[in-house]
């Protein structure tokens, strides 16, 4: 059974700074690529950090380049997204799950919170 638990998220101001965590377990986490998602109410859950399956490329939405750092443990299987900088427009349920070109598993974590406020 495909099992995802977000830890990390909560209430940061603006420039501040959040690790999310992601622990996986029920399938073969090593041989796949793995995203982190962030969802907005009203919105389409998109893909802000990407990272292949050994670790060696990483990409980025556009909006977080430069201040999100997505890392994997393969021997932990877990996934983490360093942000810096948070603002505002960072704000949502965060989520992992796999990633291209499989797409994500239909079982889902419970997500982890950021809110970016003053």
């Known amino acids: 059974q495909v099992q995802f638990v977000e830890s990390g998220g909560g209430l940061v101001q603006p420039g501040g700074s959040l690790t999310l965590s992601c622990a996986a377990s029920?399938?073969?986490?090593?041989?796949?690529?793995m995203n982190w998602y962030r969802h907005v109410p009203g919105k389409e859950r998109d893909v802000v950090a990407a990272?292949?399956?050994?670790?060696?490329?990483?990409t980025y939405a556009e909006s977080v380049k430069g201040r999100f750092t997505i890392s994997r443990d393969n021997d932990k299987n877990t996934v983490t997204l360093r942000m810096n900088n948070l603002q505002p427009e960072d704000a949502g349920m965060y989520y992992c799950?796999?990633?291209?070109?499989?797409?994500?598993?239909?079982?889902w974590g419970q997500g982890t919170q950021v809110i970016v406020s003053s």
């Open positions: 799950n796999r990633g291209q070109p499989w797409g994500p598993f239909d079982s």
């Open positions: 029920g399938f073969t986490f090593r041989r796949y690529h």
């Open positions: 990272i292949s399956s050994a670790g060696g490329s990483k």
